[in-house]
């Protein structure tokens, strides 16, 4: 890349005796290039030339469109990890507040529990509850990692596992990653639970308050997916966006990205984890939000019953009635949902192509389902 980057800079100084008109029709093509296919490459060779502009001419037209790449460069996942009642959530707010007021242009999105209208002690009632609630969080930051600048997660992510699991989608993306633990003593966390009760607030039963703290694996800074690692103790130092690991977790965020830059790291994606693109974009893009949906709803009411059969679940007026015989996991409804993409895509190249409507993406859906396991 680094030869490629050389052989352009070069092509560009010639090109400034034309008038730098030639380096104008090479570089929009290229940045065009990069933002259609959400090239990595492409970005950075940009990058390398646009931090090279100190040493020739580059037209202003040119450098403004530059300026976009920066936009992309600055997308990013944040994963607030943390025993249960370690102010997570509160730390989550004051880092929103601190990136908001910042320089960047960023837009924040804050992805938790309560944004499912999720109780956190059936949530993490057992082990199959635990694992819906996080299928469902990561299912909402595999879509939003690619639109939001900036996606905080948070919630427990006491597993290293699953942080792995959320570090892959930022390494899929193409964007920056950091962790920011909470690092709480387990009787303050205690403290904080009765506290939050007394308020009338949600808390954590004491069977499973002691079973989270149990199971609480915690971060370690030489794993990839634990790294950069901001350690943030909000029983000594208190929890305000002025905290030196919430500063300093603005500062790795939002900090502009060139060839000089060190200690910001840009994951790279790799073949396999790049997504595939389709011709019928926008179609497609509807029934995998539509379809996804669907499936929050049946795990948000599977959650909510004792584990038999659910039948006559409403997504609206305008939709069929789902009728389940039985439970589903959350790992058969995925399969479900990626047989039914599948095979709507493969009608679309001899029929008829995806619809382009929610609504009419979710009735096929609830057909569907209904087929596949209804009681008929």
Not at 2 to 29: E, N
Not at 111 to 120: N, T, V, W, Y
Not at 317 to 325: C, F, G, H, K, V
Not at 353 to 361: L, T, V
Request: proline share 4%; glycine share 4%.
């Amino acid at each position: 890349m680094l030869i490629m980057a050389r052989l352009f800079d070069g092509f560009l100084r010639v090109s400034y005796v034309f008038d730098r008109f030639l380096g104008s029709l090479v570089l929009l093509p290229i940045w065009v290039l990069a933002c259609a296919t959400n090239s990595v490459l492409l970005s950075s060779l940009l990058l390398f030339l646009y931090s090279s502009a100190s040493m020739f001419s580059i037209p202003k037209a040119v450098a403004v469109i530059l300026e976009g790449v920066q936009d992309f460069l600055q997308m990013a996942l944040v994963v607030i990890c943390g025993q249960p009642c370690s102010g997570k959530s509160t730390a989550a707010l004051c880092l929103s507040v601190a990136l908001k007021e910042s320089e960047s242009n960023s837009t924040i999105r804050i992805i938790d529990e309560a944004s499912f209208h999720l109780d956190r002690n059936q949530s993490y009632a057992n082990m199959t509850a635990e694992k819906n609630l996080r299928e469902v969080l990561r299912s909402e930051v595999d879509r939003s990692v690619s639109r939001d600048n900036i996606i905080i997660v948070d919630s427990l992510n006491s597993i290293k596992g699953y942080r792995y699991e959320l570090w892959c989608l930022a390494r899929a993306a193409g964007i920056r990653y950091c962790l920011l633990f909470c690092d709480a003593e387990e009787t303050q966390c205690k403290k904080w639970n009765e506290q939050q009760g007394e308020k009338c607030e949600a808390t954590y039963d004491d069977t499973i308050f002691e079973d989270l703290i149990r199971r609480f694996e915690k971060p370690d800074r030489r794993s990839r997916w634990d790294s950069p690692l901001f350690e943030l103790c909000p029983y000594k130092d208190g929890i305000l966006k002025s905290s030196a690991a919430i500063v300093d977790a603005v500062s790795y965020l939002t900090k502009k990205v060139d060839s000089k830059t060190r200690d910001v790291k840009i994951l790279q994606p790799t073949i396999a984890t790049q997504s595939t693109r389709f011709s019928e974009a926008n179609s497609l893009y509807e029934l995998d939000r539509a379809t996804q949906e669907v499936i929050n709803v049946v795990v948000e009411a599977q959650s909510q019953s004792i584990g038999g059969p659910l039948n006559g679940i409403s997504l609206s007026q305008e939709l069929p009635i789902l009728n389940m015989s039985r439970s589903v996991g959350l790992p058969e409804l995925r399969r479900l949902r990626r047989t039914f993409i599948k095979l709507t895509g493969q009608t679309s190249l001899t029929g008829p192509p995806p619809p382009s409507d929610a609504e009419s993406a979710k009735r096929m859906f609830v057909d569907y389902l209904n087929r596949e396991l209804g009681t008929a």
